[in-house]
């Protein structure tokens, strides 16, 4: 049982916009810590794709944005490629454990 | 780039230990802007962190393995290394090493991952 929640699976035709959402409480994403966005290709490990729930690290498609309000997150994807799908896993600081908490992933099917 | 190389066995025996060592490519790994930590993902399932460990030797460890978990740094190598004792078939996992960065709190590099099994 993941401490964020996210969709199981989102899909999208070439070209169109999804958005994935990240619930958490009042212990992480609630209580001020920043989201943060990894994209998983398969047999890989994770990669930063969004930081500090709005920004792109250098090399990362403009195409990929991230957002933050209360105790929930989302990452948006728009102009979908067939090179996106792939699973998406947010993540936040938990205050009450001193430690990273995660979503349970989403996966990605550009139809 | 930074690079994080991971080293140790694929296949560990119930109820032994598990040990796995990551070195970093260069000496950030004494920088007091990072942590270091390790992450893992049964197969096919999501990822679940383990426990972080600072250049000082500070170390936090995930409540639900804390009391198996065992984190260790060395400067002089570059290395940071991990100790999960009396494992069972539930501790499959491919298991990822990765810095932490201390203030924004995002793991902004990853090691290549290694599986392990849990197996007689």
């Known amino acids: 049982q993941s401490v964020l929640t996210q969709p199981p699976s989102v899909s999208g035709a070439p070209g169109q916009r999804v958005t994935i959402s990240c619930t958490g409480s009042s212990s992480d994403i609630g209580g001020g810590s920043d989201v943060h966005w990894y994209q998983q290709l398969p047999g890989t490990a994770p990669k930063l794709l969004i930081y500090?729930?709005?920004y792109r690290p250098s090399g990362v498609p403009d195409r990929f944005s991230g957002s933050k309000s209360g105790t929930s997150a989302s990452l948006a994807i728009s102009g979908l490629q067939a090179e996106d799908e792939a699973d998406y896993y947010c993540q936040s600081y938990d205050s009450s454990m001193s430690g990273l908490v995660f979503g349970g992933g989403t996966k990605l099917t550009v139809l | 780039q930074l690079q994080l190389q991971q080293s140790g066995p694929g296949l560990v025996k119930p109820s032994e230990t598990l040990s796995l060592t990551c070195t970093v490519s260069d000496n950030s790994i004494s920088s007091s802007s990072y942590f270091w930590g390790w992450i893992r993902q049964p197969p096919g399932k999501g990822l679940e962190w383990i426990g972080s460990i600072y250049y000082s030797g500070s170390s936090y460890y995930n409540p639900s393995l804390k009391s198996r978990v065992t984190m260790s740094v060395d400067t002089s190598k570059n290395q940071f290394s991990l100790k999960l004792t009396s494992v069972t078939a539930a501790d499959t996992a491919v298991y990822y090493c990765?810095?932490?960065?201390?203030?924004?709190?995002?793991?902004?590099?990853w090691g290549q991952g290694t599986l392990v099994t849990v197996s007689s």
């Open positions: 500090a729930n709005t």
């Open positions: 990765a810095r932490w960065e201390r203030w924004v709190q995002d793991l902004d590099y």
